[in-house]
């Protein structure tokens, strides 16, 4: 997986057009919105085939298989490992573009816009730099 040449302005349509975009399962939650960032900076999806929903109760049994019963990250991993160029990163070094997950009452996937996580809820982008980061990725390729 390789970074296109303008993902950043790319990046930053993606931000400005999806501001107010709610959450929806199986379309614009927190795996969602991460995955259509990494398609939007690279022209591919890391998702699976497999990795469809339209409920939470959907979504968190197939996070469990494919993380074989160890939460998002593990899940993440695995879908990772199926790719090349993406590796993980110590969060200090973490920078605009890059992926992780981190913990709230769950595990939640976001992406790091230079200075802030960002996620999705109901009113639309979730912007925070206050949370607790699990683990952070880096497209490398």
């Known amino acids: 997986m390789k970074k296109l040449p303008d993902w950043e302005i790319k990046f930053d349509t993606l931000v400005n057009r999806n501001l107010y975009t709610p959450f929806e399962w ?8 991460t995955n259509t960032f990494i398609k939007t900076m690279t022209g591919e999806s890391l998702l699976p085939s497999n990795w469809k929903w ?63 996580t960002l996620g999705a809820d109901a009113e639309g982008l979730v912007i925070d730099n206050d949370v607790d980061i699990l683990k952070v990725w880096r497209i490398n390729g």
Request: glycine letters at 12%; one cysteine or more.
């Open 26 to 33: 199986g379309e614009w939650d927190c795996v969602h919105l």
């Open 54 to 116: 339209q409920t939470k109760e959907q979504a968190m049994q197939c996070i469990f298989k494919y993380g074989k019963g160890k939460g998002l990250v593990a899940a993440i991993d695995n879908a990772i490992e199926q790719k090349s160029g993406i590796d993980a990163i110590d969060i200090e070094y973490m920078s605009k573009g890059d992926f992780g997950v981190h913990k709230e009452e769950t595990e939640l996937a976001f992406v790091f816009d230079g200075f802030s």
